[in-house]
């Protein structure tokens, strides 16, 4: 609301339980505001605004008889972010096409990639694979990286994208990306239905984390990763991947990269690379004290 003029500037569909203790919090860094429900993402990315820079917060109600506040808690995270600064990259492709991102090919079958900016997301158009059709581990796909030199310095951070494909192949985000042989891959697969965390070191490939399960199609695919210290945690949709943080000390810096395997057609949209918050404070922010208050009446 600025001005007395309303501007939507998110929405989805979904409804709340009543009669439950709902963690409702939003993070305001600079001009991105993430919304979170019971800790989960809402409108799967964080939204871009600037109208409104500083101001308090208020508890709000409309045609609610009998609704409760409890545990308001607002954090400074210029605080927790004291160590870089909050956002690394923000890419929405909704100006300046591809610039600052470099395509490698790794698949040799139905090569090359294709890989182009257009209605403000990256997209990648080639089922570009390899080693072999049906390869479950070593995979040669296509990647493109944000080839910043800064970035190769980027040491703990957030990754984040939406990613959207027709196709059922692999997916993903690279990160701590230093060359074409040493980087971490989240890679989904909706056709062989596993999820995966692999580790590439001078080209020799390890599986640290695995877990089954798709990803839906023609759907916005919310996709992060938190890299810190030797901690990664993986989420999709909000939900985290693999039962929890893996522990891998292998590569402790480096860029970013969209993946793709044998997926033609897959977009990327809103890849934001923020500083992670400080330990501890994650958990006080995304799960306010949920104490056992009156009920709700309607
Ligand atoms: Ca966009
Ligand atoms: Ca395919």
């Known amino acids: 609301m600025v001005e007395g003029v ?3 500037l998110a929405v989805e569909s979904g409804a709340y339980p009543m009669n ?7 993070e305001a860094v600079g001009g991105l505001i993430s919304a979170r429900l019971d800790g989960g993402l809402l409108f799967g990315t964080p939204v871009a605004d600037s109208s409104l820079s500083a101001g308090t917060v208020a508890a709000y109600s409309w045609g609610n008889s ?17 160590q870089c600064p909050p956002t690394l990259l923000f890419a929405d492709f909704d100006e300046g096409g591809q610039d600052g991102w470099v395509t490698v090919d790794e698949g040799t079958i139905e090569a090359p990639s294709r890989w182009s900016v257009q209605g403000g997301v990256l997209r990648q158009d080639a089922n570009i ?26 040491t703990d951070y957030d990754v984040s994208a939406v990613l959207n494909t027709a196709d059922d192949d692999g997916i993903g985000i690279l990160f701590r990306y230093k060359d074409p042989g040493n980087y971490y891959k989240l890679e989904l697969d909706r056709q062989w239905s596993w999820r995966k965390l692999t580790r590439l070191v001078d080209g020799l490939e390890a599986t640290l984390a695995t877990e089954t399960g798709a990803y839906a199609t ?9 890299a810190v210290g030797t901690r990664i945690t993986a989420r999709l949709d909000g939900a985290v991947l693999f039962g929890g943080p893996t522990e891998d000390s292998t590569l402790g810096a480096g860029t970013v990269a969209m993946y793709s395997w044998g997926t033609a057609g897959v977009t990327f949209d809103n890849v934001l690379v923020a500083c992670p918050l400080a330990h501890g404070l994650r958990e006080t922010v995304e799960k ?5 208050g009156p009920q709700v009446s309607r």
């Open 218 to 226: 023609n759907t916005d695919l919310a996709v992060s990763i938190e």
């Open 20 to 26: 439950s203790d709902l963690a409702v919090s939003i």
């Open 129 to 154: 694979y390899g080693p072999v059709w049906g390869a479950q581990t070593n995979r040669l796909g296509t990647l493109c990286y944000w080839a910043d030199p800064a970035a190769m310095m980027w």
């Open 6 to 8: 309303e501007t939507l």
């Open 288 to 292: 306010p004290h949920l104490t056992a």
């Open 66 to 82: 009998g609704v409760t506040f409890d545990d308001v808690l607002v954090s400074d995270l210029a605080f927790a972010r004291a």
